[in-house]
């Protein structure tokens, strides 16, 4: 049987929508939202209404009849640390990600979700939420005490396209031991071992290689100077950290197209630049290949960056030994929200109830200082 399926992602200034029938596009648009309309609302919860009826105008203007969708899936915030998987959308998890105190619209994915499907009897879940905490215990340990790696990555992306990879090697998700590289404004790398995100940087806390906006990891001293300098106040070392800096703060740009064209024209600055972003993704692929033991079935590149062939090249040639590197370059975060509703539909992947458990909060180990992010 083929399923149509309605996709959505709510970020901060737009609405992605999409409408699947099996592995067709039957729309898909990016909904912008009028900057002075959002400023009338205090918190990200309050657009609510106003971001559900214009995904509603969108399908109108696409001709999708509501009553035509078999599933609703998409891209959930606010859920807190959860394991990967697909989450049966209910009051509970609505009640949650609107009352977690978080303030992006990110949270309203799931609201928006339960809405359209409760108004025809239809099914709404959420596909590896983004606060999917799988990492193994030991990956979350720093020397810096009660501080605790966490996991924020790309995880709607990072584990399509690890199940993916899996598909071309004639296996499944949980058969495999894969790392992914998502590269687009923020940067992801993460170890997939048999189904379970194990370790990964946190692109949210500013960890990991330096990417086209984000710092990256730099060397914690230096900062804290910076921090107490009274030259910089915390905004300022907090857009480096995680909007201005990267490529952005080096080359005055983000832009993968532009720096090209300044390296073709013989900027070697840019040069070096560039490919020590790529130095740095391949040198975090090879720790993960560590992590895994040296089992690693496959590489993956995917994200917005990886259309370019300078950067693939630069990587794959350093990481090639360690296992084939396949490239899903852009972003599959609607196809992925698709093809998990599909499973949950045809019964191939369990449907698990959202709790509000945490899938970790904090070591209960004697002597184990407390996470001073709790």
Request: proline share 4%; glycine share 12%.
């Amino acid at each position: 049987m083929t399923y149509r399926i309605l996709t959505l992602s709510p970020g901060s200034t737009s609405t992605k929508v999409a409408v699947f029938e099996g592995e067709k596009a039957l729309m898909r648009e990016n909904v912008r939202h009028d900057p002075a309309v959002l400023a009338g609302f205090d918190r990200a919860a309050d657009q609510l209404e106003f971001r559900t009826a214009t995904v509603l105008d969108a399908l109108a203007a696409a001709g999708i009849a509501l009553e035509s969708i078999d599933a609703f899936s998409g891209y959930c915030g606010g859920m807190g640390p959860t394991k990967g998987g697909i989450f049966r959308i209910d009051e509970k998890v609505c009640e949650h990600v609107l009352n977690c105190g978080m303030n992006h619209p990110a949270i309203l994915g799931a609201p928006i979700l339960f809405d359209l499907a409760s108004r025809y009897g239809k099914p709404a879940f959420a596909v590896n939420q983004p606060d999917t905490d799988e990492l193994a215990d030991v990956a979350r340990i720093t020397g810096y005490p009660g501080v605790y790696r966490k996991s924020h990555v790309h995880c709607l992306n990072q584990k399509e396209c690890a199940i993916r990879c899996a598909a071309s090697l004639g296996k499944r998700y949980d058969e495999v031991n894969v790392i992914v590289a998502h590269v687009g404004g923020g940067l992801s790398v993460a170890a997939h071992e048999h189904g379970r995100m194990v370790d990964t940087n946190d692109v949210l806390e500013g960890s990991g290689p330096f990417a086209p906006n984000r710092s990256g990891d730099v060397p914690a001293k230096p900062i804290a100077a910076l921090a107490f300098s009274g030259a910089h106040d915390k905004k300022e070392v907090m857009g480096v950290i995680g909007k201005t800096g990267g490529l952005k703060g080096l080359l005055g740009t983000d832009d993968a197209q532009e720096i090209d064209a300044r390296i073709d024209a013989g900027d070697e600055w840019a040069k070096l630049v560039f490919e020590a972003m790529a130095y740095q993704t391949a040198k975090q692929i090879g720790a993960f290949a560590a992590a895994l033991e040296g089992r690693v079935d496959g590489i993956v590149l995917t994200g917005g960056v990886s259309h370019d062939q300078r950067f693939v090249d630069y990587v794959t040639s350093h990481v090639s030994w360690i296992a084939p590197v396949f490239v899903y370059a852009g972003d599959f975060e609607m196809e992925g929200a698709a093809a998990g509703a599909v499973r949950a539909l045809e019964g191939t992947e369990e449907v698990m109830a959202y709790t509000g458990v945490p899938s970790w909060d904090g070591f209960k180990l004697a002597g184990a200082p407390a996470d001073v992010e709790a």
